[in-house]
């Protein structure tokens, strides 16, 4: 198949009388993550339906939709979580900077070092801050010496905006944080293998307002430098924290465009029954 | 605007409701004061003069009404795309209406300066003028409530007449006044009434561009003018007109 065909600017929407609901950004050069008719099956139910999408460097993509539509499973497509599923089976293309995920010689393990994920529940282990964060990096061999693993600590908090609240009490347990802070010490955990891309599957659902602006906050300062796509029932915070918003529907990418339109002049009637809260 | 369909949440449904039922009211009013005004001129009726600038304080009640509804309800629902873009129209619309209200009681205020001015030939241009005038306000509301961005673009283009109107009349009463300078005190305030029906005029197509925002998502179109303005005279009046 012609991929080209099939390619929308952003905010252009989708005909949903064609069999592939494609969207993908031109403007801002060379995307970091490309799907391409992506389809998943939970044994024989499909999630997904012939989604293709891009993600960008520069802008925080935000993912909505209502329960079950499919967004948190495309998500984990993007770092192939779900081969943990036994009965998941995807297809269609997913490529990260130019290389196909689902190559039989990708290393799933580096993938997932280069792709980040954090959860819904902050999951630290139960292990000191520090070595909460020094985790990774020694796995990966990403540090030749102590010294060097501390600086990776440090930097890796200082981006988390958890160093002033932390670095005096590292060898602390993880665990003995306060929820926001546990997911900022998880943002901090992958921002120390120094991914690439930070997958975040409602990262502020469990947290109080404050902890979740700090959260807010930390996606802001972050953009940029990682490409960041962010999974959230809340659709305020996918305003408020997004360039970029897809909403998906049933498994299938409903509409893909700049955040400012989708939230008050989106182009299909689902996406506006489901912002405006009309959905039923 | 929206499709019709009610939210998940129906309190939201009737505080919107409730502002279109303000709107509708606020509206009709105006054009209710608009058309006393009028009649009060025609009529010299100093009582339904005096009348339309009381009730005039009912519009303004309504509008701080609207106002602070369309703020709570900002505040308290979030509203996203469609309900944004209509509250936002109706917080506009609400100030602008009551503008119209204005206008309406500045009329009937002139009224009893004006009681001779039946000598003044021009006098007898400003019944049409308000009638499309009020017509125009009355469209404009009529497109909030259904919606409309056509209507709305028609009520952009009527008001070139309006426009056209005042312009006639300001010709008319300079002549008047240059051969009947006695007359110059009422001729003003005949003036000012054609001017304030040229306000209100301006106000509706005001009204209909936030219609059209609230209905489409996009600014109205700018409006093209007829003819071009080809003396000094014509091209002030028609800056004065926009």
Redesign the interface.
Known sequence: MNYDQKILEPNESVNMTDSATTAMNTESGTPKMTARHVDVFYGDKQAINDVSIDVNMDSVTAFIGPSGCGKSTFLRCMNRMNDTIPIARVTGEIKLEGEDIYASQMDVVQLRARVGMVFQKPNPFPKSIYDNIAYGPRIHGLATGKEELDEIVESSLQRAGLWGEVKDRLDDSGTALSGGQQQRLCIARAIAVDPEVILMDEPCSALDPIATAKIEELIHELRGKYAIVIVTHN??QA?RVSQKTAFFHLGTLVEYGETTDI????RE?K???Y?????? | M??G?????KA?DSDINELRGMVAEIGGRSEQAIAKAMRALENSDLDLAAEVVREDKLIDDLEKRIDELTFQTIALR????????ELIATFKISGVVERIGDYAKNIAKRVPLVTQTHRLRPISLLPSMSKIASELVRDSLDAFARRDAELAMEVNRRDQIVDDFYNSIFRAVITHMIENPKDIGEAAHLLFIAKNLERIGDHATNVAEMVYFAAT??PMPERTRGENPTTPLDEALSDEAD
């Open positions: 659709m305020q305003a939230f008050t002049n989106p009637e996406t506006r029954d912002i405006t809260g009309r959905y039923g | 929206n499709s369909t009610e939210h998940t949440v939201f979030a509203p996203m795309a469609d309900d944004l873009r998502g996009e």
